[in-house]
């Protein structure tokens, strides 16, 4: 199939908010057109609408160290043995309006979220990827980058915003510590994979 016949309809015959709070779950009935042609039956889903997040991989190249965060997610409880604490890259959600538009640019979310998660002042970061977290139940799309930090960009303690519950402890890796973990498989959060993946290939391309 080429681009000029792919499916492209969609219908939508029936769309319920079933939960209105700092996230949303709405219950929409849809049909599609199909690669075969002709369009799909109705079919009811769960769309779970959170918002879009960014993320980073930080390096000091100078002390050769990979700065990752370390925290209590509920979700990941009794699941993959880290009893509800995750290593993580330093993320965060992009604030949005009541209309849901965005309030910061993906650069201006990660500047603020590494410097409250991990104390270091950015200016720049390089993109890596953007992607879908769960394309089949959340609209969530993660901007994915890495970014060099030295320690004289360290501006503040950071941890997290204690007034809101963040309780997040630093956490720093050699390079090549780093790398065995992550080919050792350690390591469960998709964005300090995909952005690692993504430094180790780079430094086997140009050292």
């Known amino acids: 199939m080429t681009d000029t016949n792919r499916p492209g309809r969609v219908e939508i015959h029936k769309q319920e908010r079933l939960l209105d709070d700092f996230f949303k779950v709405d219950a929409v009935t849809v049909s599609h057109e199909q690669f075969l042609g002709g369009m799909s039956p109705p079919r009811r889903s769960l ?19 990979v700065i990752a965060v370390n925290q209590f997610r ?21 604030p949005v ?27 720049e970061a390089t993109p890596i990827f953007t992607f879908f977290s769960s394309p089949g139940g959340s609209t969530e ?15 503040a303690e950071g941890g997290g915003l204690k007034e809101s519950g963040e309780d997040i402890e630093i956490v720093e890796y050699d390079i090549g510590d780093f790398f065995k973990r992550l080919a050792a498989g350690e390591f469960q959060d998709p964005k300090l994979i995909i952005a690692g993946q993504w430094l ?6 140009d050292p």
């Open 47 to 65: 769309v779970f609408e959170r918002g879009d997040a960014v993320a980073a991989l930080l390096y000091d190249p100078e002390r050769r160290k």
């Open 74 to 94: 509920l979700p990941t409880r009794g699941k993959g043995g880290g009893e509800g604490w995750l290593i993580e890259a330093v993320a965060g959600m992009i």
């Open 97 to 123: 309006d009541k209309e849901g538009k965005q309030l910061e640019t993906p650069l201006q979310c990660l500047i603020r979220e590494v410097r409250e998660e991990t104390g270091y002042q950015l200016t």
């Open 141 to 155: 799309l993660i901007y994915l980058y890495y970014a060099e930090i030295r320690e004289t960009a360290k501006m």
């Open 200 to 205: 180790m290939a780079r430094r086997a391309i």
